[in-house]
């Protein structure tokens, strides 16, 4: 039986608010802070809500959805040569059964990983370095030009929601250089003869500060502060933001992860989350400006790479297995999946 949810910061949402973000790029502060108030308190109500205004190119996101199709149409013995498990900073396909958030359920999708392309030979790490591009004519260059639009994006939104928190705009931004940012390409096939409960992704919240989701087709679903799961309709020109486990940290609180899952899909879909996070040694602990006596610190620090890679070993097959051989050990500290937002306030972990 599942347990009674408790109260959370986020209201009883019924629909994701929605937010036009073009005033971040004004030049003028006043327009800033105004968009950023507005960014705010929509991630604060729900932790998910939708942007507009963001200024990505259509063209650009055209091309990524022509190669993210044009990929995943490929024969699976194609698509192998490119696994994971293959790469040193975990880029590349990632099939069907891979990815387990829940044990013993299976998620029904597949996904091609792409990271921020660390190309140093110094300073890498467990999932920060080159990546795996496959040879399919076209794919890096229009993946890679969505990921740097979409990461552009993401510095703008690290500077609204410092805003919105009173803080100097640079506040988490400078935190933000050559950080393990992910680009997922995740393809949802659909069978109508499939099992009707199977989850094309299991309830999760998601590990780094937010996430910036261009999705096809519905089956999104997030958990709102009453515990009920609400779907979340595709908006014409808007982006899906959701807050993560690491802006809750740094937010001490003030926006709180939110889990979210992907239903049986009713026809084929594609989603393109990107993961932002902060650098890979940045420890991860609430701001210091927003401490005083009446709001003491309600989380421990964690380091930001460490915090990341941990829920990664604890997610993923190929991982899993050398985890299991002693060839690999979780970093000192690691927590649990599933270890912030509504799920660990109503004590389910």
């Given at each position: 039986m599942a347990p009674t949810p408790r109260n959370t910061p986020h209201s009883a949402f019924q629909r994701l608010p929605l937010v036009d973000i073009r005033g971040l790029f004004s030049a003028s502060l006043a327009d800033r802070a105004e968009a950023a108030a507005a960014l705010g308190h929509a991630a604060s109500q729900a932790g998910f809500l939708y942007v507009t205004g963001h200024g990505i190119d259509p063209r650009v996101i055209h091309r990524l959805k022509t190669r993210a199709a044009e990929y995943f149409a490929q024969p699976l013995e194609r698509k192998l040569q490119d696994y994971i498990g293959l790469s040193s900073n975990h880029s590349g396909y990632v099939p069907e059964g891979e990815e387990q958030f829940v044990e013993g359920?299976?998620?029904?999708?597949?996904?091609?990983?792409?990271?921020?392309?660390?190309?140093?030979?110094?300073?890498?790490?467990p999932m920060l370095g080159a990546n795996r591009w496959p040879t399919l004519p076209g794919f890096k260059e229009d993946i890679k030009a969505y990921y740097d639009a979409v990461f552009s994006l993401s510095?703008?939104?690290?500077?609204?929601?410092?805003?919105?928190?009173?803080?100097?705009?640079?506040?988490?931004?400078?935190?933000v250089n050559h950080p393990p940012s992910q680009l997922r390409l995740i393809h949802y096939p659909f069978s109508p003869d499939g099992v009707q409960d199977r989850p094309g992704i299991g309830a999760h919240t998601d590990y780094e500060c937010f996430t910036i989701l261009l999705p096809t087709a519905p089956g999104l679903e997030v958990?709102?502060?009453?515990?009920?799961?609400?779907?979340?309709?595709?908006?014409?020109?808007?982006?899906?933001?959701?807050?993560?486990?690491?802006?809750?940290?740094?937010?001490?609180?003030?926006?709180?992860?939110?889990?979210?899952?992907?239903?049986?899909?009713?026809?084929?879909?594609?989603?393109?989350p990107m993961f932002c996070a902060c650098d890979y040694d940045t420890v991860i602990e609430p701001i210091a400006q927003l401490l005083d006596p009446a709001a003491p610190s309600r989380y421990e620090p964690v380091n930001c790479g460490d915090h990341l890679y941990a829920q990664t070993l604890q997610t993923f097959r190929y991982l899993k297995q050398r985890l299991a051989t002693g060839e690999l050990s979780l970093p000192t500290g690691a927590k649990g999946l599933s270890s912030f937002g509504r799920a660990a306030i109503a004590g389910e972990v």
């Amino acid at each position: 039986m599942a347990p009674t949810p408790r109260n959370t910061p986020h209201s009883a949402f019924q629909r994701l608010p929605l937010v036009d973000i073009r005033g971040l790029f004004s030049a003028s502060l006043a327009d800033r802070a105004e968009a950023a108030a507005a960014l705010g308190h929509a991630a604060s109500q729900a932790g998910f809500l939708y942007v507009t205004g963001h200024g990505i190119d259509p063209r650009v996101i055209h091309r990524l959805k022509t190669r993210a199709a044009e990929y995943f149409a490929q024969p699976l013995e194609r698509k192998l040569q490119d696994y994971i498990g293959l790469s040193s900073n975990h880029s590349g396909y990632v099939p069907e059964g891979e990815e387990q958030f829940v044990e013993g359920s299976i998620d029904h999708k597949e996904a091609f990983d792409v990271g921020f392309d660390y190309l140093r030979p110094e300073g890498r790490r467990p999932m920060l370095g080159a990546n795996r591009w496959p040879t399919l004519p076209g794919f890096k260059e229009d993946i890679k030009a969505y990921y740097d639009a979409v990461f552009s994006l993401s510095m703008t939104l690290f500077k609204g929601f410092a805003l919105a928190l009173g803080l100097p705009e640079n506040a988490i931004s400078q935190r933000v250089n050559h950080p393990p940012s992910q680009l997922r390409l995740i393809h949802y096939p659909f069978s109508p003869d499939g099992v009707q409960d199977r989850p094309g992704i299991g309830a999760h919240t998601d590990y780094e500060c937010f996430t910036i989701l261009l999705p096809t087709a519905p089956g999104l679903e997030v958990l709102n502060g009453a515990g009920q799961w609400i779907d979340v309709p595709l908006v014409e020109g808007a982006f899906v933001i959701n807050i993560g486990d690491m802006m809750e940290v740094l937010s001490n609180g003030t926006y709180i992860a939110t889990a979210h899952r992907v239903r049986k899909v009713g026809e084929e879909r594609y989603a393109f989350p990107m993961f932002c996070a902060c650098d890979y040694d940045t420890v991860i602990e609430p701001i210091a400006q927003l401490l005083d006596p009446a709001a003491p610190s309600r989380y421990e620090p964690v380091n930001c790479g460490d915090h990341l890679y941990a829920q990664t070993l604890q997610t993923f097959r190929y991982l899993k297995q050398r985890l299991a051989t002693g060839e690999l050990s979780l970093p000192t500290g690691a927590k649990g999946l599933s270890s912030f937002g509504r799920a660990a306030i109503a004590g389910e972990v």
